[in-house]
DNA sequence: TACTGATCCCGGTTGC
DNA sequence: TGCAACCGGGATCAG
């Protein structure tokens, strides 16, 4: 599963690879193409296939960026600037390669759904598992609202103030605090694998009311968010099942996962305990956390 | 108006 | 071995 460090991965090896190329055709896959057909939005949102492929051929990609778990692919074409916005959702990857067989892991190679042809004869492909991945064409992030409302990036100035004064609202004080921190208008790119780390971290247990945490806990516990985000970009990301850099490479970052998918606390042995916040499963040591 | 909950996008994995 | 249930990030929409 993608979070912000596996973004900025793929992001630090998209941009050298793509930036200033030009694209001169795509392929959609049958899949995808027969998803939409029936009134779906597989992968490409907000457009048919045929409008992407058509809207797509002569674009020069000028740069790559992250935003949150965003990919933006800037984009220009006649003197036109657009942006192509992709997610990798629970099992999204980027290949840059000479030929599809390059893609060396079949689960991959066979959910290959978009392929931008360049013009220098290489391709970049999208490969996603699940679909849950997606690729939105857009003339600026104004042109679609809730990239607006994302929080600012974990590692900009503003964004600790922006954490703590939203975890004293009324909207955010009677959440569990785990619903909170993986909440992208309060802090960006921090999913279910970091936000259990931070908690494990700084000793909080995941159920806690965020308005029932000090201010002080609170400030420790975004220090420990941006420090296991900043510890997982060092060490290329964590590959929990699908994630793979642009060269088809897993990141190393679960082995140094502390409490993420574990049965024992590694502090004090207890076995850990799970829970459902949100919709989704939270580990944590009920010794070592409260 | 603002927020909540349901629904949808899916195939790999798990458990029976 | 086969199959059904389960899982989940984000957008969207009904209420």
């Not at 793509?18 to 939409?36: E, F, Y």
């Not at 949150?68 to 192509?84: A, M, Q, R, V």
């Not at 780390?197 to 941006?226: D, N, Q, Y």
Request: contains cysteine.
């Amino acid at each position: 599963m993608p979070e912000l460090p596996e973004v900025e991965g793929v992001v630090r090896s998209l941009a050298p690879a793509a930036s200033g190329r030009t694209i001169r055709d795509i392929a959609v896959s049958d899949t995808v193409i027969q998803s939409k057909s029936e009134a779906k939005e597989a992968i490409l949102k907000n457009i048919s296939a045929e409008e992407f492929a058509e809207r797509m051929r002569g674009m020069t990609i000028t740069d790559v960026t992250r935003r949150s778990k965003y990919i933006y692919f800037h984009l220009e074409k006649n003197g036109e600037t657009f942006l192509l916005v992709s997610h990798l959702g629970m099992s999204g990857a980027w290949f840059a390669v000479n030929d599809i067989d390059e893609v060396k892991e079949e689960k991959f190679r066979r959910h290959i759904h978009v392929i931008f042809g360049m013009e220098d004869g290489g391709l970049l492909a999208f490969a996603d598992i699940r679909r849950f991945g997606e690729l939105r064409l857009i003339g600026e992030e104004s042109d679609h609202p809730p990239l607006l409302a994302m929080a600012p990036e974990p590692f900009d100035e503003s964004a600790a103030g922006h954490f703590l004064s939203l975890c004293r609202t009324a909207k955010y004080a009677g959440k569990p605090i785990k619903e909170t921190i993986m909440d992208g208008k309060v802090i960006s790119g921090c999913g279910n694998i970091y936000a259990t780390e931070a908690l494990f971290r700084t000793g909080i247990h995941p159920v806690r009311k965020t308005g029932r945490i000090s201010m002080e806990r609170l400030e420790r516990l975004f220090a420990e968010i941006r420090q296991v985000l900043g510890e997982a970009i060092e060490a290329g990301g964590s590959s929990i099942s699908d994630y793979r850099n642009i060269n088809g490479e897993a990141g190393g970052m679960q082995n140094r996962l502390r409490m993420y998918g574990r049965k024992g606390c590694p502090d004090c042995g207890a076995e850990t305990k799970r829970v459902t916040i949100a919709g989704r499963t939270s580990v944590y040591c009920p010794k070592c956390q409260h």
